[in-house]
């Protein structure tokens, strides 16, 4: 629901009068759901009654201490949510497209997806400067949970966590090699490439949490590498991973983008064989969000793919 501006009565507002009741439904308490729609508590008993009067049968019962819902009040309630609900999203979709995409997106990215996030943020910003951009970081294995609750409107990941998700669009927003990520402290550091089939007996970390389902899917996907692994460990997030392998306590594969960021004490060692396809990245919105600039946004992301991923390895050509 939303908060209402203030109003000095509510007669022939018969969408308000919905969302009062609805207000006054969920607190069970008129003075609260009152001051929750920034009205006096007068106007609200007042709208409550005018309801009842149309209706023809009492939606609450009524004490000193307590109100609750009749047995006509809860199957109504049940009915008008969904109005609520619709009326809701319906201004929200109405306001976007009067605005110009004059809106506001929330997104959300794991940490080996945060270069992704940026890059199309800011181009889709070029062309629709008035748009309103936040970023949040999460780990992954808290991603999808943002867009569930709705923190999020859309959230940048890998291809393997957002296709598991149900009712959601989702857009590719690059394909990356898998490079070794080792100490420089570590013996593999002294190669300049290496073969899966020399990886044996180490310590392969990930970044995120697993249970036995992912830990067998982790070996095969080591075993795709040639990789017989000694011990699989888990961490909570990349930036996390990443500390473990500056300390040496593991060895990992991770997408290419990385050597964009300043990895002092670690060393990208380019690995074969390839896995066919490689780590797609994508960015994924459940299809229910019906924010004109959300639908938007993942548009661009199909427009601009071949441009922005031509960008990114660009950057990492210069870098090699």
């Not at 069970?28 to 001051?35: D, G, H, I, V, Y």
């Not at 936040?134 to 999808?144: C, E, G, I, Q, V």
């Not at 490079?179 to 180490?202: D, M, Q, W």
């Amino acid at each position: 629901m939303f908060v209402l501006n203030k109003i000095r009565g509510c007669d022939d507002l018969n969408i308000q009068k919905l969302i009062y009741f609805n207000y006054a439904a969920s607190y069970l308490n008129f003075s609260k759901a009152a001051e929750a729609c920034n009205i006096a508590q007068t106007a609200m008993s007042r709208c409550i009654a005018q309801l009842e009067n149309e209706l023809g049968c009492a939606l609450f019962n009524r004490t000193n201490r307590k109100i609750t819902l009749t047995p006509a009040g809860k199957r109504f309630w049940e009915e008008t949510r969904v109005i609520v609900d619709k009326y809701e999203r319906a201004r929200k979709v109405a306001r976007d497209a009067a605005m110009g995409f004059n809106g506001f997106i929330s997104i959300g990215y794991g940490g080996f997806d945060r270069l992704f996030a940026i890059e199309y943020a800011e181009s889709f910003r070029a062309e629709h400067p008035d748009v309103k951009i936040s970023l949040f970081h999460y780990p992954y294995d808290d991603l999808a949970h943002s867009l569930i609750t709705e923190n999020c409107d859309i959230i940048f990941g890998p291809a393997n966590r957002l296709l598991q998700l149900n009712n959601v669009r989702t857009v590719t927003t690059y394909v990356s090699k898998y490079y070794l990520a080792v100490s420089k402290k570590h013996p593999f550091a002294e190669r300049e490439e290496i073969t899966g089939n020399v990886i044996k007996n180490e310590t392969i970390l990930f970044p995120a949490k697993a249970g036995f389902l992912e830990r067998t899917s982790n070996y095969r996907f080591c075993l795709q590498f040639d990789i017989m692994p000694g011990e699989i460990v888990y961490s909570n997030c990349p930036e996390a991973m990443l500390a473990m392998i500056e300390l040496n306590l593991g060895i990992s594969l991770v997408p290419e983008q990385l050597f964009l960021d300043d990895l002092k004490r670690i060393k990208l060692i380019p690995i074969k064989p390839q896995p066919q396809g490689g780590k797609e990245h994508m960015a994924a919105s459940f299809l229910s969000n019906e924010k004109a600039v959300v639908s938007s946004f993942l548009n661009h992301i199909e427009k601009k793919r071949p441009e922005i991923t031509e960008k990114i390895q660009s950057k990492i050509n210069a870098y090699l």
